[in-house]
Each structure stands twice: as structure tokens, then as C-alpha cells.
């Protein structure tokens, strides 16, 4: 624990556990269904598997990828998680830290980026490439984009998948007998990637500090410009009415509303001191996001009145992974160097 | 806690055949108690089995800010970005280009993106060569020229192919693009590791620390490849506005031509080097130390490009001194 005298103002000295887990921590997720335990991925190739019930025991040492890096975790399609390594594999890691290999896609290339839908089926993107597999682990088919691809969702309802890649992103009907993408061009790389929650809009965050937005109804783009750095991490609030975004001093949020964001200006949250924030997560039913900075500060700010919450104080690494539980009563954040911690803000 | 000294990056060029697949497997096999991620293309041939390599499609992205030179290796940064996050057991990243690349995407990787730039530094631009065949590959291909004119380090490779005269004449070729470069004469790229890896040849403070063996001070001497050498020396101290609205300017005018640019300058009234460098437009300069007692005060510039207009660069740059009366 730190030695600053506010410590106790933040929720993760009160309400909190943490560990050092000695290597960076690259995703995080919650188990989807009655299970509610949160897998922790690694650089170091394992996941752990914390249960917020039993949060002071171990945490469960699951060896994803052994010898290797995890790239890219999400809650696997029906409980446990899915876990993408620089060893070629996707595997998934059950609550009890159990590893069942899905697929082995590559040999020599990395498994960048992985999401699954609560229907039943998976996604792996390796390469150009993205691997569609369904909950029995079986390959569904190969999507093929004309390069790399740099982020890869599904929308809410799990019917679409969408990738982004050079200029610009794929949208993919995971049913389609034939399969076609509409393709969503905008010039230049484009990386992390999100869907409006009813499907209306694609976002993706861009090399170029920017972010680039399509609404799918019409074709309109949407340029969201002005960061500092680059955005890693972006989120739709529950009701999609607003786009949390990570890449400058503030959390920047998008109103996706009335009209917006075309010719309306951002909300900034949080902002002030200098430090970039760096990872963002919106609560499941309120408009609260949870924001991480470079200096390992987390907080927490309701967008309606900008009020924040600490969480827990700078000092243990940039934050690089941050992610609430299904129904909103837990948040769970990690940093590069490997300070890990899950902070219970049910009502009491 | 994981590590965060930024990690060397050794780039390695060179045509098909010169040698580089055989200096990697050196390189991976040998008993040096390294640790290193090799980045190959998907026509690479490693013989050796090493869980670091990984496999790459050479992805050369355009920046979208309306310079059509500005072009970075979208690849590496995803590679390098995932490297990162293992945990700090990686002494250095090799990076393999196809035989036919240019290799200023991949330097301009290092200018470029926050994230590498933070992460890494970019080490040495190594390009193998086979003495035997380096003429006739000059002589039809551009990238061939381009990838010596970017080299730190040129290994002559297959140096039992050639008689002294014939190695000799293409040193003399490979000067003439690149006056500043080191030359290491091998076979079987048998050279010892420490002379292509850890050389820090990208540091600010290592700029034209090797005096040229060849300069191309004299305009009489044959042009007989399509990049050429220009150094140009100014003895009174360089005025930091006028230096920026020229070298600025030119850069954005003839960056496409410029292929490297290498600088130190003295500065009026200050005491440290400020050392400047570029690749095509992207810039990046700072002061480096003092000059040491003894050392005369002057200013250098090399460049190394195509189409260059030696009065017009030398009037630019002597322009940019302080006036005569006001020397420091």
C-alpha cells in the first residue's frame, strides 16, 4: 500500500482487494451468467481468476499460454473466458482456472484480439483474418479483410461481427450464408473498435489521435479529433446515449444523442492534472463511467453531474485493463507493472 | 516489476540471397544467453525453432496527414505493441525486411508512434550485401540503393567470392551512397554479434560520431549511382530560428528526395551539441552534451538523397549562421 495520506479516501482501502500479479495486465473480464468471477490475462501468458466472494483467497493461476503473452481476454460466450496468445492459440479458461484448448489458428502469428456473444459464438483475429468458431468450439468460417486487423466486436444482439483494419472497418453478418462485408472506409489504420449498443453506429479509434465513426442508416461520417495521444480504449454507456474514450487528460465523452456527436462538442470528465487517461469502462445500467490514467489513478465520474469517485491512487503503473461486473456492483482494474485490484461498490 | 528501459531494436535489410537469413540463425543459435523476438516476413526461412519468432506481413501504412512520404510499418507497431506486454525477459527485437523493402517505413515506425517511441529504441539499420552481386544490384534496383543510403552498418557479405580489387570497388560504390556507413567485411556473415547488435546507432548523441572515410567534399567525383552524399560544414555558430525555418521548410519540400539527414550544430552562444536527425520529413533533434575542449566549434550536415542540389543545399545551410561580427 501506498504511504499517501489520503489512501483511505479511495474505495479500493475500504472496499477493495489487490494483488501484485507481476506482469502486465493486458485484458480483463467477467464471467458472463450466475458465475460472476473475473479473469485477469497476462503478459506473462496466464489468466487468473479472481471470485469477488471470495476475493482474500488465492486467485487461481490458469497457464493460458505458456512461455507466452496473452494478448486479448473477454467472457467467453456461456461462463469462463476466452483468452488469445502470442503462441497461435485460443483457449478458453473456466472459472476454476481449468484451460481447454479451442483452436490453434497460427503456428508463428498471434491471436491479437478475441470476443464471443452470449449466443454462443466466438471470435479470434489473427492476422488479416478473422476465425468465427461457435460454443462447441467447432470453426464456423474465416472472415478475410484486406490487412491486418486491429480490433474486433460483436454487435449487442451477436448477429454482426465488425473489424477494423487499414482504411477503414468490415462489418460481417456471422449467419450469412455467402459471405459479404459492407465496408466501412475511412482513410487511414484503424485499431479498437465498438458498436453503438441498438447497432446504429460503428466507432473506431485511429493511429492519428482521432477517432472515426460511421452511422450505418446512411453512410454519415463522424471525425472525432483533438486527443493528445492515441485512444486504446472506448465504450458505449448502457443506452449507447454516450461514447467514453481514453487518449487525453480528461475521460472525453461523445454524446451520441440529439443529434450528436456531429457538431457538438465533447464532454470532458475528470481532467485537469495533466495525465492521460488510458482505459475506460461504462457502468451496465447508469451513466457512470470508470476511467484509468497513466499514473495508475482510478475513478470513478457520473457523466450527468461530473462528480467523481477515487477508486485508487497513482503509483502502481499505468492503468491497462478496467472492466465492471454484469450487474454494475464490482469494478476490477489492472496496471502495465502488474498491480491488480476488485473493489466491491454494491450497496451495503 | 516488469522493465522499462526501452528495448533495442535492430533493423536488417538487404536483398534476396545477401546473407541476412543466415546472420539471423547466427544469431538466434549461438550461445550468448540473449533473448531476442525476431520479426520475419512470411518468406522468411528460419532454420531454428525459437518461440520469439513471429511472423509478419510487411503492412506499409500511409499517415493520414497528406504526406505521401510519411509511411509507417502498421505491422510493427501492432508487433512491438505485443511484445511489450510480456513480461521484461526481452534483451532486443530483430526485425526482418523482404529483400525489396524500403526500409524508411520501418525507421519511421520509431518516429512516429507514442507507443514505440516510449517502448523502444530504434538500435541500428543493418543491411547485408553480397560483394559479388552488389553491383548488378544497383544497377537495377532502386531499393538496393536505398537500403545501403539507410544503413548504419553494411556487412559485406561473401567476401570469398571476390578479389581485392573487385571488393575494393564496391566499397568505393557503397561509400559513394553513404560516406558515413560502417563497413564489415564477412562470409557467411561470420561477424561477431556485438558489431551489428547493441550498436546504438540511432542516438542522438551518436550522430556523425564516425568522421566519414570518403567525404564527397569534391564535386569532380563520378555519380555513378542515383543517391548521393552531401556534407556540408559551417564555421561560425548556426542561428536556431533561421536553422529551423530552413531545415523545416526543406524537409517538407524535399523530404521525399532526403532519405537521411544527420546534423550537429553549434548553436549561437551555448556550449552543448545540438544534434539533429531525419528520415525523409520526420525530424528529431536535441542537445547532446558539450563539446569537448579542443574539439573545434563547427557545424556539420550530411545528407544522404536523391536529386540534390549541392549550391542551393550549401547557400541554405551557410545561410544559417549569425552574421559575421556577431560569432559567439
Redesign the interface.
Same mark, same amino acid.
Given at each position: 500500500m501506498s504511504e499517501t495520506a489520503q489512501d483511505s479516501d479511495f474505495l479500493l482501502e475500504s472496499r477493495g482487494v489487490s494483488r501484485d500479479l507481476g506482469a502486465w495486465v493486458v485484458g480483463i473480464a467477467w464471467e458472463r451468467g450466475g458465475g460472476g468471477a473475473c479473469g485477469f490475462g497476462l503478459g506473462d501468458g496466464t489468466v487468473r481468476v479472481a471470485r469477488p466472494a471470495a476475493a482474500g483467497e488465492e486467485w487461481a493461476n490458469a497457464p493460458a499460454h505458456e512461455g507466452g503473452a496473452c494478448l486479448s481476454l473477454c467472457a467467453d460466450a456461456r461462463g469462463g473466458f476466452l483468452s488469445g496468445g502470442d503462441d497461435g492459440r485460443l483457449v478458453r479458461v473456466a472459472a476454476d482456472a481449468a484451460v481447454e484448448e479451442i483452436a490453434r489458428p497460427a503456428r508463428t502469428r498471434w491471436v491479437e484480439h478475441v470476443a464471443a456473444h452470449e449466443s454462443g459464438v466466438r471470435a479470434a483475429a489473427v492476422g488479416k483474418a478473422v476465425h468465427l468458431y461457435d460454443a462447441n468450439g467447432a470453426a464456423l468460417k474465416t472472415l478475410a479483410h484486406p490487412s491486418a486487423v486491429g480490433g474486433v466486436c460483436f454487435d449487442a444482439k451477436g448477429k454482426r461481427v465488425a473489424a477494423s483494419h487499414y482504411n477503414g472497418a468490415s462489418l460481417w453478418f456471422v449467419g450469412a450464408k455467402e459471405d459479404k462485408s459492407r465496408v466501412l472506409e475511412w482513410k487511414g489504420s484503424h485499431a479498437a473498435i465498438a458498436v453503438s449498443p441498438d447497432g446504429t453506429h460503428v466507432v473506431t479509434a485511429m493511429q492519428e489521435n482521432a477517432l472515426h465513426g460511421w452511422r450505418l442508416a446512411d453512410g454519415q461520417h463522424m471525425r472525432m479529433s483533438g486527443y493528445p495521444s492515441k485512444t486504446r480504449s472506448l465504450a458505449f454507456t448502457a443506452r449507447g446515449r454516450w461514447l467514453a474514450t481514453s487518449g487525453a487528460d480528461s475521460v472525453v465523452i461523445w454524446p451520441f444523442h440529439g443529434g450528436g456527436p456531429m457538431g457538438k462538442a465533447p464532454t470532458e470528465l475528470a481532467g485537469g492534472d495533466g495525465v492521460f487517461c488510458t482505459a475506460v469502462s461504462c457502468h451496465p445500467q447508469h451513466e457512470v463511467v470508470a476511467a484509468g490514467f497513466a499514473d495508475g489513478l482510478v475513478l470513478l465520474s457520473e457523466i450527468a453531474s461530473g462528480k467523481v469517485v477515487p477508486v485508487a491512487p497513482p503509483g502502481r503503473g499505468g492503468v491497462s485493463a478496467l472492466a465492471w461486473n454484469g450487474s454494475g456492483t464490482h469494478l476490477a482494474f489492472g496496471t502495465e507493472t502488474g498491480f491488480a485490484g476488485m473493489v466491491d461498490l454494491s450497496r451495503r | 516489476?516488469?522493465d522499462t528501459t526501452p528495448i533495442p531494436v535492430t533493423v536488417l535489410t538487404g536483398y534476396l540471397g545477401a546473407g541476412k537469413t543466415t546472420l539471423l540463425n547466427r544469431i538466434l543459435s549461438e550461445n550468448h544467453g540473449k533473448k531476442f523476438a525476431v520479426v520475419i516476413n512470411e518468406f522468411g526461412e528460419l532454420g531454428v525453432d525459437n518461440?520469439l519468432?513471429? %511472423?509478419a %506481413?510487411e503492412?506499409v501504412? !500511409?499517415? *493520414? *496527414?497528406g504526406c505521401i512520404c510519411c509511411t509507417?510499418r +502498421? =505491422?510493427l $507497431?501492432? $508487433?512491438i505493441g +505485443?511484445l511489450? /506486454?510480456? /513480461?521484461g525477459d526481452l534483451d532486443g527485437i530483430i526485425i526482418e525486411t523482404t529483400g525489396l523493402a524500403d526500409p524508411a517505413p520501418v525507421a519511421q515506425t520509431f518516429f512516429v508512434? !507514442? =507507443?514505440v517511441k516510449a517502448r523502444t529504441r530504434l538500435d541500428a539499420i543493418v543491411t547485408v550485401v553480397d560483394a559479388k552481386n552488389l553491383p548488378a544490384r544497383l544497377a537495377d534496383s532502386r531499393e538496393a540503393e536505398e537500403q545501403i543510403a539507410f544503413a548504419d552498418i553494411v556487412l559485406l557479405n561473401k567476401m570469398d567470392l571476390v578479389s581485392p580489387d573487385e571488393a575494393a570497388e564496391v566499397e568505393r560504390r557503397i561509400r559513394a551512397i553513404n560516406p558515413q556507413v560502417e563497413i564489415r567485411r564477412s562470409t557467411k556473415s561470420d561477424v561477431p554479434l556485438e558489431a551489428v547488435l547493441g550498436r546504438d546507432a540511432f542516438n542522438l548523441a551518436r550522430i556523425l560520431e564516425r568522421e566519414p572515410e570518403f567525404l564527397s567534399g569534391d564535386d569532380d567525383h563520378e555519380h555513378d549511382s542515383e543517391i548521393q552524399s552531401l556534407s556540408f560544414e559551417a564555421p561560425r555558430p548556426i542561428d536556431p530560428e533561421k536553422f529551423n525555418a530552413w531545415i523545416s521548410g526543406l524537409l517538407a519540400q524535399k523530404g521525399q528526395d532526403l532519405l537521411r539527414t544527420k546534423g550537429i550544430l553549434h548553436y549561437r552562444g551555448e556550449d552543448r551539441r545540438f544534434a539533429f536527425q531525419a528520415v525523409h520529413m520526420m525530424a528529431d533533434g536535441d542537445f547532446v552534451g558539450e563539446w569537448r575542449d579542443g574539439d573545434p566549434r563547427r557545424s556539420k550536415i550530411v545528407f544522404i538523397g536523391r536529386d540534390l542540389n549541392r549550391p542551393q543545399l550549401r547557400r541554405g545551410f551557410e545561410a544559417c549562421q549569425v552574421e559575421d561580427t556577431a560569432a559567439a
Amino acid at each position: 500500500m501506498s504511504e499517501t495520506a489520503q489512501d483511505s479516501d479511495f474505495l479500493l482501502e475500504s472496499r477493495g482487494v489487490s494483488r501484485d500479479l507481476g506482469a502486465w495486465v493486458v485484458g480483463i473480464a467477467w464471467e458472463r451468467g450466475g458465475g460472476g468471477a473475473c479473469g485477469f490475462g497476462l503478459g506473462d501468458g496466464t489468466v487468473r481468476v479472481a471470485r469477488p466472494a471470495a476475493a482474500g483467497e488465492e486467485w487461481a493461476n490458469a497457464p493460458a499460454h505458456e512461455g507466452g503473452a496473452c494478448l486479448s481476454l473477454c467472457a467467453d460466450a456461456r461462463g469462463g473466458f476466452l483468452s488469445g496468445g502470442d503462441d497461435g492459440r485460443l483457449v478458453r479458461v473456466a472459472a476454476d482456472a481449468a484451460v481447454e484448448e479451442i483452436a490453434r489458428p497460427a503456428r508463428t502469428r498471434w491471436v491479437e484480439h478475441v470476443a464471443a456473444h452470449e449466443s454462443g459464438v466466438r471470435a479470434a483475429a489473427v492476422g488479416k483474418a478473422v476465425h468465427l468458431y461457435d460454443a462447441n468450439g467447432a470453426a464456423l468460417k474465416t472472415l478475410a479483410h484486406p490487412s491486418a486487423v486491429g480490433g474486433v466486436c460483436f454487435d449487442a444482439k451477436g448477429k454482426r461481427v465488425a473489424a477494423s483494419h487499414y482504411n477503414g472497418a468490415s462489418l460481417w453478418f456471422v449467419g450469412a450464408k455467402e459471405d459479404k462485408s459492407r465496408v466501412l472506409e475511412w482513410k487511414g489504420s484503424h485499431a479498437a473498435i465498438a458498436v453503438s449498443p441498438d447497432g446504429t453506429h460503428v466507432v473506431t479509434a485511429m493511429q492519428e489521435n482521432a477517432l472515426h465513426g460511421w452511422r450505418l442508416a446512411d453512410g454519415q461520417h463522424m471525425r472525432m479529433s483533438g486527443y493528445p495521444s492515441k485512444t486504446r480504449s472506448l465504450a458505449f454507456t448502457a443506452r449507447g446515449r454516450w461514447l467514453a474514450t481514453s487518449g487525453a487528460d480528461s475521460v472525453v465523452i461523445w454524446p451520441f444523442h440529439g443529434g450528436g456527436p456531429m457538431g457538438k462538442a465533447p464532454t470532458e470528465l475528470a481532467g485537469g492534472d495533466g495525465v492521460f487517461c488510458t482505459a475506460v469502462s461504462c457502468h451496465p445500467q447508469h451513466e457512470v463511467v470508470a476511467a484509468g490514467f497513466a499514473d495508475g489513478l482510478v475513478l470513478l465520474s457520473e457523466i450527468a453531474s461530473g462528480k467523481v469517485v477515487p477508486v485508487a491512487p497513482p503509483g502502481r503503473g499505468g492503468v491497462s485493463a478496467l472492466a465492471w461486473n454484469g450487474s454494475g456492483t464490482h469494478l476490477a482494474f489492472g496496471t502495465e507493472t502488474g498491480f491488480a485490484g476488485m473493489v466491491d461498490l454494491s450497496r451495503r | 516489476m516488469p522493465d522499462t528501459t526501452p528495448i533495442p531494436v535492430t533493423v536488417l535489410t538487404g536483398y534476396l540471397g545477401a546473407g541476412k537469413t543466415t546472420l539471423l540463425n547466427r544469431i538466434l543459435s549461438e550461445n550468448h544467453g540473449k533473448k531476442f523476438a525476431v520479426v520475419i516476413n512470411e518468406f522468411g526461412e528460419l532454420g531454428v525453432d525459437n518461440d520469439l519468432v513471429v %511472423d509478419a %506481413d510487411e503492412e506499409v501504412f !500511409e499517415m *493520414n *496527414n497528406g504526406c505521401i512520404c510519411c509511411t509507417v510499418r +502498421g =505491422d510493427l $507497431i501492432r $508487433i512491438i505493441g +505485443g511484445l511489450m /506486454k510480456r /513480461k521484461g525477459d526481452l534483451d532486443g527485437i530483430i526485425i526482418e525486411t523482404t529483400g525489396l523493402a524500403d526500409p524508411a517505413p520501418v525507421a519511421q515506425t520509431f518516429f512516429v508512434d !507514442e =507507443d514505440v517511441k516510449a517502448r523502444t529504441r530504434l538500435d541500428a539499420i543493418v543491411t547485408v550485401v553480397d560483394a559479388k552481386n552488389l553491383p548488378a544490384r544497383l544497377a537495377d534496383s532502386r531499393e538496393a540503393e536505398e537500403q545501403i543510403a539507410f544503413a548504419d552498418i553494411v556487412l559485406l557479405n561473401k567476401m570469398d567470392l571476390v578479389s581485392p580489387d573487385e571488393a575494393a570497388e564496391v566499397e568505393r560504390r557503397i561509400r559513394a551512397i553513404n560516406p558515413q556507413v560502417e563497413i564489415r567485411r564477412s562470409t557467411k556473415s561470420d561477424v561477431p554479434l556485438e558489431a551489428v547488435l547493441g550498436r546504438d546507432a540511432f542516438n542522438l548523441a551518436r550522430i556523425l560520431e564516425r568522421e566519414p572515410e570518403f567525404l564527397s567534399g569534391d564535386d569532380d567525383h563520378e555519380h555513378d549511382s542515383e543517391i548521393q552524399s552531401l556534407s556540408f560544414e559551417a564555421p561560425r555558430p548556426i542561428d536556431p530560428e533561421k536553422f529551423n525555418a530552413w531545415i523545416s521548410g526543406l524537409l517538407a519540400q524535399k523530404g521525399q528526395d532526403l532519405l537521411r539527414t544527420k546534423g550537429i550544430l553549434h548553436y549561437r552562444g551555448e556550449d552543448r551539441r545540438f544534434a539533429f536527425q531525419a528520415v525523409h520529413m520526420m525530424a528529431d533533434g536535441d542537445f547532446v552534451g558539450e563539446w569537448r575542449d579542443g574539439d573545434p566549434r563547427r557545424s556539420k550536415i550530411v545528407f544522404i538523397g536523391r536529386d540534390l542540389n549541392r549550391p542551393q543545399l550549401r547557400r541554405g545551410f551557410e545561410a544559417c549562421q549569425v552574421e559575421d561580427t556577431a560569432a559567439a
